[in-house]
């Protein structure tokens, strides 16, 4: 690959601004959390809506939510950076220590769900494509559980963000 190529197309995909959640599983492969920013929607039709996400192969929460076969995916608000930095990794990479860290309920199937997120959605694993360097996970939303507080967090410009009204 040219080397311009790759360095154009970072700074592009910097420039766009999308949603950050972390993405936590809980079953007989253990309790993981990491936060993704790579996450979309993709249908409400059939027997459950669907939404994807981008995790590292590396990372030991993808081999993990592929043998717990389903997870979370907390839509973090605009007060809870610190969230999104711990699941990153920069500061532990004890991932039962995360949890200790944060407040969190089970979900009905039992993985964790972030508190205070704005969103939080449960999935069951639908299919999963290794493509080069991350896992492309589709789920299948089997509950959903909003908050009062619907400012999510953002990241774009290689900086948090938030999401303002325009007016007009």
């Keep these: 690959m040219e080397e311009q190529l790759k360095t154009d197309f970072l700074e592009g995909m910097s420039r766009a601004a999308t949603f950050v959640a972390v993405a936590t599983t809980d079953g007989h492969r253990g309790r993981y959390g990491v936060t993704v920013s790579s996450m979309t929607s993709v249908s ?40 999104a ?25 039992g993985h964790p769900m972030i508190d205070g997120a704005v969103a939080n959605f449960e999935c069951q694993m639908a299919t999963e494509l290794w493509w080069k360097t991350h896992h492309i996970i589709v789920g299948e939303v089997t509950s959903v559980r909003l908050s009062d507080d619907s400012r999510p ?14 007016e007009g």
């Excluded at 939510?65 to 995916?73: D, K, P, Q, V, Y």
């Design 153 to 166: 967090l953002l990241y774009g410009g290689r900086s948090y963000q938030r999401a303002v009204a325009i």
């Design 85 to 109: 930095n711990l699941f990153a990794g920069r500061d532990s990479d004890d991932h039962e220590e995360r949890f200790d860290q944060l407040k969190w309920k089970t979900s009905p199937k």
């Design 44 to 83: 409400t039709e059939g027997d459950y809506p669907s939404l994807l996400i981008c995790v590292h192969y590396m990372g030991m929460a993808a081999s993990a939510m592929l043998a717990n076969r389903g997870f979370c995916l907390n839509l973090l608000n605009e007060d809870q950076r610190d969230i």
